[in-house]
């Protein structure tokens, strides 16, 4: 139980870095261009990562007449489930939940698919 709730946790807590990241790259640019920055979303753009997942996950290039939609519709969605199953086997200090030896292996099987 303590460890799912660890793997959560660490999830988590990539996720939101990852989102600050990209915030700090949009500001350090803006201000590099002269420019105010991602302020369109919130007061200082706080809440623009999460802007520019959902049209990530909106955005379709191509969309054909007789093509299953929900497939194209889950497409970035399970490509996320599967970067986030691959942060399961990684060798973390004490927050490890699958400690064997076919870590290597798993990985492997996972970023095949």
């Known amino acids: 139980m303590s460890s799912s709730i660890n793997i959560i ?9 990852v989102a600050f990241y990209t915030l700090l790259e949009r500001k350090i640019l803006s201000y590099i261009q002269i ?21 990530l996950f909106n955005k379709s290039l191509i969309s054909i007449k007789m093509s299953n939609m929900i ?15 691959m942060l399961t086997i990684l060798p973390f200090k004490m927050l490890s939940s699958t ?11 996972i970023s095949s698919l």
């Open 99 to 109: 400690d064997n030896q076919f870590n290597m292996l798993t990985f492997l099987f």
């Open 71 to 85: 497939l194209s519709y889950m497409g970035p969605l399970m490509a996320l489930l599967l970067s986030m199953l």
């Open 35 to 55: 420019r105010k920055g991602p302020n369109k979303t919130s007061i200082t753009g706080i809440l623009q990562p999460i802007s520019d997942a959902l049209k």
């Open 9 to 17: 946790i660490v999830t988590i807590s990539i996720l939101v870095s």
